[in-house]
């Protein structure tokens, strides 16, 4: 089950994109980020429209089934995000990963919280950035990691031009369209392997 946030306390670990030089000798410090606070959506429930006449089985369409990953694969010296149905491969991306002195960390995790427009706090004056295309974290969080208390995870970013690089403090940076179309094949608990 997908969850939505109210306010995604993510730090350095994630988003230096618009840290200004002179505070990144205040990373160790102001480097520690919180567990996502999440609250499960709810969804009315619609009761159809009685009827004394059942439709013939013919006319009801097949139900469809959504295609879904069952694990993900980041290969770090290729710089890009793999998504697989047991062998197969659904789709990759291209994706900016942690720089020297903040990589991204390798070995076998799970995605472990997911959310939809999340909002970034900075850890130097506590200002939350507006959630959607221009917050540092893009429009979807995928975490599926701790660096000590840092979380690490995939998210959007407004400078797309990254996609590639080594830039971020750990996190995995992806194209708005690329972050949303990922969001869609995954789910909580799957693997993701980090080589």
Known sequence: MKFNQSLLSISLACCAVFTPVSLLQRQAIAGEVSEPITSETTTPTLTPAISNEAAPAETVPPAETKVMATRLVLKLKE?????????????????????????????????????????????????????????????????????????????????EHVMGQAVSHGCVRMRNKDIKALYELVDKGIPVIVQ
């Open 79 to 159: 710089r890009k995000v793999y998504a697989y149905q047991n062998d197969k491969v659904l789709a990759s991306y291209p994706v900016a990963i942690g720089k020297k002195g903040w990589e991204t960390p390798k070995g076998n995790f799970v995605v472990r919280n997911m959310v939809v427009n999340p909002k970034w706090k900075n850890p130097w004056n506590g200002k939350i950035s507006a959630p959607g295309p221009n917050s540092p974290l893009g429009e979807r969080w995928i975490g599926f990691a701790t660096k000590g208390k840092n979380v690490i995870g995939f998210h959007g970013t407004p400078g």
